[in-house]
């Protein structure tokens, strides 16, 4: 496998049974970011999704935005909100979570859908 620094594929240590995977890349996603995609999901494609799914679709959306227009991107929607609506899907836990200030998505977030990475990034969002 790759060391630090170097391109191409990293191998890493699998989770289930010691099984090693080849990993192209990561992609680093913040708190409010997960919030912002989450809420988005719910309001505009009827998917009530946990804090992983938002956090694989953001993610998508990044890589999408880095690739030509009529390429795929697939990911994986593995969780539900279900199973966290007493912290990710409580808006008093989401606006108090440990000092961080994150705040719950208002009406201009749940239109246009979260900003993208940086300023100069390309403003499409990947699900229109």
């Not at 309001?43 to 390429?71: K, T, W």
């Not at 200030?101 to 390309?122: C, H, K, N, Q, S």
Request: proline share 3%.
């Amino acid at each position: 496998g790759g060391g630090a620094g170097k391109k191409g594929r990293k191998r890493r240590r699998g989770g289930g049974g010691g099984n090693a995977a080849l990993i192209d890349g990561a992609v680093q996603v913040t708190d409010q970011e997960a919030v912002d995609m989450a809420h988005w999901l719910l309001r505009n494609e009827g998917l009530f999704v946990g804090s992983s799914s938002a956090m694989n679709v953001v993610a998508a959306c990044r890589v999408a935005r880095r690739l030509p227009l009529d390429s795929v991107v697939v990911t994986v929607i593995c969780d539900s909100g279900q199973r966290h609506q007493t912290r990710f899907w409580n808006r008093s836990f989401v606006e108090g979570f440990q000092g961080r200030g994150l705040r719950w998505p208002d009406a201009g977030v749940l239109a246009a859908g979260p900003a993208p990475e940086t300023e100069d990034a390309d403003r499409r969002f990947c699900m229109r």
